[in-house]
Antibody, heavy 117, light 106 residues
Framework: VQLVESGGGLVKPGGSLRLSCVGSGFTFNNYYMAWVRQAPGKGLEWVSFVSDRGDTVFYSDSVKGRFSVSRDAARNAVDLQLHSLRLDDTAVYYC????????????WGRGTLVTVS | SSELTQPPLVSVSPGQTATITCSGSKVGSRFTSWYQHKAGQSPLLVIYQYDRRASGIPERFSGSTSGNTATLTISGTQSVDEADYYC?????????FGGGTKLTVL
């Protein structure tokens, strides 16, 4: 099982960014997926969740209305579109796999750093 | 502030038992999971559904729950176990993480 995030970088406040997470080594499109972030010096914070078919999505209150999650079955990918970025969105963003649609995460990527400055 | 409360720091000597708690009203009614996170690495699932060890996790790691408190216990703690540990529940279409506990093995 491998999850690889990409798309992070430096962006100005109010800007946008698209993160991607590509999965391999398992049947990616059968699994629910999540995004979790960690701001510098802070703990883990859940950001978003998308069902296997992409028809059910959830967001944390802190990103609702600004972030958008979607899946691309052809790429074995889940994308997180970040809009109206704020300074406190600076974090390492991880994607994670929910193995049984049970709300826990058994595989994680290495993360991609988003810096809003 | 997190709705799941963890002690910020737990310190143990090598070979001793480390106990990390996670308290909150959601704990008693929702499956609790535990993650180990070392700097520069991906988080690692340690315990899920209160007391089930994830694949590849040593037997010295165990989980339990009593009332509104979940506990991660590491028996015979080793220096390699030094890390941040987070509890997590899924509630009302959202994942909640505890604030994290830094485990030091002195």
């Amino acid at each position: 099982v491998q999850l690889v995030e990409s798309g992070g970088g430096l962006v100005k406040p109010g800007g946008s960014l698209r993160l991607s997470c590509v999965g391999s080594g398992f049947t990616f499109n059968n699994y629910y997926m999540a995004w979790v972030r960690q701001a510098p010096g802070k703990g883990l914070e859940w950001v978003s969740f998308v069902s296997d078919r992409g028809d059910t999505v959830f967001y944390s209150d802190s990103v609702k209305g600004r972030f958008s999650v979607s899946r691309d079955a052809a790429r074995n990918a889940v994308d997180l579109q970040l809009h109206s970025l704020r300074l406190d969105d600076t974090a390492v963003y991880y994607c994670a796999r929910d193995p049984a649609s049970s709300g826990f995460f058994d595989s994680w990527g290495r993360g991609t750093l988003v810096t809003v400055s | 502030s997190s709705e799941l409360t963890q002690p910020p720091l737990v310190s143990v000597s090598p070979g001793q038992t480390a106990t990390i708690t996670c308290s909150g009203s959601k704990v008693g009614s929702r499956f609790t999971s535990w993650y180990q996170h070392k700097a520069g690495q991906s988080p690692l699932l340690v315990i899920y559904q209160y007391d089930r060890r994830a694949s590849g996790i040593p037997e010295r790691f165990s989980g339990s729950t009593s009332g509104n408190t979940a506990t991660l216990t590491i028996s015979g703690t080793q220096s390699v176990d030094e890390a941040d540990y987070y509890c997590q529940v899924w509630d009302r279409n959202a994942a909640l993480f505890g604030g994290g506990t830094k485990l030091t093995v002195l």
